[in-house]
């Protein structure tokens, strides 16, 4: 796992727009698996949305849903508007100013939330926060979908992800990859079964909740 910073300037050289370099290396893997997780049709609500450029590629590639990017960050919202507006996709939404740790969210409805490389990037409050937040907002059955690098028991965990955990910690103390089963119960309190973890490339998982 490259512990590459977030954020680079983008290539175009617009101060609106940001880039985050693994985008490009996972996007494609990550689509092939939301094409079997995600529902046909309905509201996908992407939490931590980052730059923008996940959402804009996942639009694009699944047409018949509507997207709903977010991002607890000013800069982010305006690096997400400006990669939107330059796609001119009519099923993207403007971005929600959403902090996943909030009790409160700025939406009551999805039919899917994504989450990509946040957990391992934000204190375990923000984790509980995602967790709960989807309780709140899905139907049973509705999925939490979860991307990023895991600790797993009875899995050896890399070098390279070692390295980026103590990578993050040294920036801040409260981020570091997490235990998966950490993970697993928090999300069984808030009302989420766990249903698939799926192996990705760089060492990374997709994990699949749903709504209980």
């Known amino acids: 796992m490259a512990s590459s910073p977030p954020w680079m300037p983008s290539d175009g050289g617009r101060e609106d727009k940001r880039h985050a370099p693994a985008t490009?290396?996972?996007?494609?893997?990550?689509?092939a698996v939301l094409t079997e997780w995600l529902p046909a049709s309905g509201t996908v609500l992407e939490v931590a949305s980052g730059s923008g450029e996940h959402v804009v590629h996942f639009a694009a590639a699944f047409p018949a849903l509507d997207w709903q990017p977010s991002d607890p960050d000013p800069a982010g919202r305006i690096s997400i508007a400006a990669w939107c507006a330059e796609a001119a996709l009519a099923n993207i939404a403007p971005p929600l100013a959403l902090d996943a740790a909030a009790a409160d969210w700025p939406l009551d409805q999805a039919d899917?939330?994504?989450?990509?490389?946040?957990?391992?990037?934000?204190?375990?409050?923000?984790?509980l926060g995602l967790l709960a937040g989807a309780a709140r907002l899905l139907a049973p059955g509705a999925p939490l979908i979860l991307?990023?690098?895991?600790?797993?028991?009875?899995?050896?965990?890399?070098?390279?992800?070692l390295a980026f955990d103590a990578s993050l910690r040294a920036r801040d103390p409260t981020w570091g990859l997490r235990q998966l089963d950490d993970v697993k119960a928090a999300a069984?309190?808030?009302?989420?079964?766990?249903?698939?973890?799926r192996a990705m490339p760089a060492n990374n998982l997709m994990l699949l909740f749903r709504r209980t």
Do not use: K, Q
């Open 188 to 197: 069984a309190a808030a009302g989420l079964r766990f249903a698939e973890r």
């Open 24 to 31: 490009l290396r996972n996007r494609d893997a990550i689509a």
């Open 112 to 127: 899917a939330i994504l989450c990509i490389n946040m957990v391992h990037i934000s204190p375990w409050a923000a984790t």
């Open 147 to 161: 991307y990023g690098p895991y600790i797993e028991p009875d899995v050896p965990t890399t070098d390279s992800n």
